[in-house]
């Protein structure tokens, strides 16, 4: 009875549980490294409680098999697996306007009850693979779109001007005379003021903007009738403190308020 594949011994029993521990742990250590909300103990207890359940639902009730009644099916409490988990991943994720961060930690999750459901099932190729792969999703891939990002980063400038026709066109000559290219804006017109003298705020996306191309743009954008003012990233910048002085740049390219002088 014990060639059976309802039975499982001890010792094979508590290497399965082992491994789990193991795999869980080096997805956990990760996640943990970088501070995430899920780190190693989640993804132990995660993956080893998947594992428990895999063997449960396959060899837990072998007592029964005997029994006329009685239809094994081992995949059913590994399917409540699946979809219970979701509601632990969903803690992991925080929404701050529109910034979501946690979808990663929470996938981690999701994958690592997969992984120990193939641990419980005897699957152990599968889940060494699939723990290989997500490891290289997380260390490798990680450091790469985090290079690639910032040179694919967007610059943020948002600029205050007066709404004619040839507002937008003359703001984006200067942009282009600079080899500036702008991804994408977004435009709100004020309704306060005379129709010849109404404001409008234009944001503008720009694309690979290098610090030395900074101050010379702000500088011949400030001097152009239309515009009232200016904001980057850093801060706002008053036209006349770039046009006069000639504020240096901040770190990261953008002008900043705080390094300008005051008038």
């Known amino acids: 009875m014990s060639d059976s594949v309802w039975y499982i011994s001890h010792g094979e029993l508590i290497l399965r549980m082992m491994i789990s521990a193991a795999l869980g742990g080096a997805i956990g250590m990760e996640r943990e490294w970088n501070h995430h ?5 989640t993804h132990i207890l995660v993956c080893l409680g998947s594992t428990t359940i895999m063997l449960l639902s396959m060899y837990g009730f072998s ?3 005997s029994e006329v009644s009685v239809r094994m099916d081992p995949a059913r409490l590994a399917a409540q697996v699946i979809s219970g988990i979701g509601f632990l991943g969903a803690g992991a994720i925080m929404r701050n306007g529109n910034i979501v961060k946690g979808l990663t930690t929470a996938a981690s999750v999701w994958v690592v009850a997969g992984i ?3 641990v419980g099932a005897g699957f152990l190729t599968g889940a060494f693979f699939c723990t290989f792969l997500v490891l290289i999703s997380l260390y490798l891939l ?3 779109e985090k290079v690639w990002g910032r040179k694919n980063r967007h610059q943020e400038v948002e600029i205050k001007m007066i709404h ?20 994408d804006l977004k435009m709100k017109t004020s309704s306060r003021g005379s129709p010849d003298e109404r404001e409008m705020t234009v944001l503008f996306y720009l694309k ?8 010379p743009v702000l500088e011949e954008i400030t001097l152009l009738d239309i515009v009232h003012g200016m904001e980057t990233r850093g801060g706002q910048v008053s036209p006349q403190a770039i046009a006069a002085t000639g504020a240096p740049a901040a770190p990261n390219g953008v002008v900043d308020r705080g390094n300008a002088p005051r008038l």
């Open 63 to 65: 007592a029964f098999i």
């Open 116 to 118: 120990g459901l193939c």
């Open 142 to 144: 990680n450091k790469w």
């Open 164 to 183: 004619r026709p040839d507002s937008l066109a003359r703001i984006s000559a200067v942009f282009g005379k600079h080899g500036i290219q702008i991804a």
């Open 208 to 215: 690979e903007v290098r610090p030395d191309q900074w101050l």
């Open 37 to 41: 909300a899920a780190g190693l103990r």
